[in-house]
């Protein structure tokens, strides 16, 4: 499993759309949104292939303005550990 920490910068008066959009992306989830438009986000993938996918598809979302991967781990999937 790999789990990423994104900060997204977006136009404030499209944070809604922004955000709604983000929670939309499988994996992606949008822990804090400011009114001035910052995001923390989260990315759970299976592969480094995956979140690089999720990672520009929040890049190409309309209204972001930036996001900037801040942090990425690599961790086994328990599940499969048993």
Known sequence: ???SSV???AWPEAITRVKAS???LGGVEVHVATESGQMIVTI???STQA???LFAQINEQPGV???S???HQFEPDPD???
């Open 1 to 3: 499993m790999n789990i």
């Open 7 to 9: 900060l997204v910068n």
């Open 22 to 24: 983000l929670c939309a």
């Open 44 to 46: 759970e993938a299976d």
């Open 51 to 53: 979140v690089a996918k």
């Open 65 to 67: 303005l930036a996001a």
């Open 69 to 71: 991967m801040v942090y």
């Open 80 to 82: 499969e550990e048993a």
